[in-house]
């Protein structure tokens, strides 16, 4: 058996088999990181021997009958933005350097209930500011199928670590599309659920009204595995939302999709796109077309006004989150960082308070075109994942986020899916976006769409 040819659902079914255990599982992860860690710097904080005793605790949990569900025992990370007791947690940031949460977050604590063992804390645009995982403190991040390009950001460290095979599972977080441009940039799903479907308690914060939460994974399966994890309405998070009724996502992954109402933008998100991205976005629509969807392009109106909203209430509520340390502390701020939180110390009220009505009217507008529309199919992002050196983390990021941060202003769930290669052997995301609390459709689509194509679990060819 080889471990690094093992997705998360796999491995699950192996301990459950008795053919594996978690500290094989450990093990081999940790000596994944000891050779790939160095030179993709995927993580700030390996957990070592903590994570072996953690291991050691399920398997024999294992063995007594107490069996926790198919996270029992699976090595997962998380963005170094999600709190975890007794380990240091820096938000990416020099300042934070030495931080150490007594509690974990909801979500890290909702893991460990399912069993799972935390492998380490992953690398990150500092506090989440960025889409390029450009780090100053930390170090870069650097993509596995190239790594003299960035994997997206802000959640590159967890998208690296399992393109590279240094994890089964991660969690990262999405203010404008840092779990979806990461995952498209490095070849893996990433899923932005619904705003107020998983807890933001214990999550360094960068906007309260638009952060989300979510999982990623080397293919859909293993996605809704994780999403079952850690959903649920939780009293201490203000944006949490209570539901009536929780659906099992991993459950309802073969659902049939036939009859799927799929919309094509034909305004905005194919514009200055490049062309090996355009053509494989296409050739997934043709794919859910062969598949029985009813394809329509349509209209999706004033996305222009979804960014400038977006771009106000974002960095606007980020200076206030980092208004101290902007204030007190400037010297050791990342300079893209700074130049980003220094304009939203700027923002005039009148803007502000303008941009927080945008999001509630297009709420209401999103929710009124998913009436009509299953899906809606876009490019995650317009590019290949741009080259380091020399390369301006504030202009990158605005090319980046493109076609992701709309969907963050609405909290509606997106979800983005390898859908095929560059001429220069990069990976391609296929971004699929749904109406609110409508998971379990976006899982099954996504799900259906990459039973059709051979583009999951794909190893970048220099790891081994």
Sequence with gaps: MKFEELTLAQAA??????DLSSV?????LLQRIAKWNPSINAFITVTGERAFRDASQTDSHFKAGKYLGPLH???IAVKDLFETAGLRTTGGSRILADYVPSIDAAVVRKLREHGAVLIGKTNLHEWAVGATNINPHY?????PWDPTRVPGGSSGGSAAALAARMCFGALGTDTGGSIRIPSAACGVVGLK?????VSMTGVMPFSWSMDHAGPMALNVEDCAILLDAIRGYDPTDPESAQRTTEENYHNSIHRPVEGLRLAIPKNYFFDAVESDVQR?????VKIFEKSGANVSEVTFPEVEEDLKAAGVIRLAEGATV???DLLERRSEIGPDVLERLDWGLHVPLIDYVHAKRVQALKVRMRAQFFEAYDLLA??????EPPIIEGLNSVQAARELVRFTVPFNLAGLPAISLPCGFSRNGLPIGLQLVAGHWKETLLLAAAYSYEAMTDWKNKTPPGIQ
Excluded: C, M
């Design 73 to 75: 025992g699976i090595p």
């Design 322 to 324: 980092h208004r101290k």
């Design 193 to 197: 659920p619904t705003h107020g479907l």
């Design 280 to 284: 494989a976005v296409e050739g997934a």
């Design 13 to 18: 079914a192996a301990i459950t088999r008795g």
């Design 24 to 28: 094989e599982l450990t093990q081999f």
């Design 139 to 143: 170090g870069s991040t650097r993509n």
């Design 378 to 383: 876009t490019p995650t992002i317009p590019i």
